[in-house]
């Protein structure tokens, strides 16, 4: 059973557009990262919210913790070539020891 | 300062051989935890060390296993291999304080394909 349902699976933008990426479950997480993982390479952390509500930004990414603690999304302005690759969204349950994964988005953003 | 190393990259093996992985984590990092990543599972968690010893476990069966070595580098060791082992393998070394803030460092991974 997958605890975090990541949508959409795949996504193609040309390069500017604004898109948004969902992480939900319906279990209460303690902590949610966020990962872009590119092709032939580990993932890479790119932001951890641990209070719900909390908004983290990295220059146009934009990540956002839901209230319940149960959701996340990121989303990115003005998509560049270089934001090409897999999504990952992680959560640490209150009581959990491991990262529970979702599958990832794949976002391919072409000039 | 150097990452992770994982080696080899690439594996090709046959069902009934058995693989052992390397893994070098980060100069001072005392935790590595293992992850299968598959197209149709994503990431799941196999287990970690910290100090040499297993720490967590996930779900898998006893054909996985590991072990981590004093100065921090780590293997796993898949037997008996089954054309469902196919996968990208991870290690992931962080410094095993633990707790929500926790921030994982993978490696490139080992692609390991069973015929």
């Known amino acids: 059973t997958q605890l975090l349902e990541q949508s959409p699976q795949f996504l193609s933008i040309q390069e500017g557009e604004n898109l948004t990426v969902y992480c939900n479950s319906s279990s209460v997480f303690s902590s949610l990262q966020w990962y872009r993982q590119e092709p032939g390479e580990g993932p890479v952390l790119l932001v951890t919210v641990v209070t719900g509500g909390e908004v983290k930004k990295l220059k146009r990414l934009t990540f956002q913790f839901g209230d319940a603690r149960k959701d996340s999304s990121l989303h990115i302005t003005a998509a560049q070539p270089g934001d090409t690759g897999l999504y990952l969204c992680?959560?640490?349950?209150?009581?959990?020891?491991?990262?529970?994964f979702g599958k990832g988005t794949s976002l391919l953003v072409t000039p | 300062k150097a990452g992770v190393t994982q080696t080899p990259r690439y594996l090709i093996k046959t069902r009934g051989q058995q693989v052992t992985l390397s893994c070098s984590p980060i100069s001072g990092h005392r935790s590595v935890s293992w992850y299968q990543q598959t197209p149709g599972q994503g990431l799941q968690f196999l287990f970690e060390y910290f100090s040499e010893t297993q720490r967590n476990k996930g779900n898998f069966p006893g054909r996985f296993s590991g072990r981590q070595f004093s100065n921090s580098r780590s293997e796993m060791n898949v037997s008996t291999l089954e054309l469902g082992d196919s996968a990208l393998y991870l290690c992931a070394s962080s410094l095993g304080t633990g707790g929500q803030g926790e921030k994982l460092f993978f490696g490139s991974g080992t692609q390991l394909s069973v015929l």
């Open positions: 992680a959560g640490l349950l209150p009581s959990g020891y491991a990262l529970n």
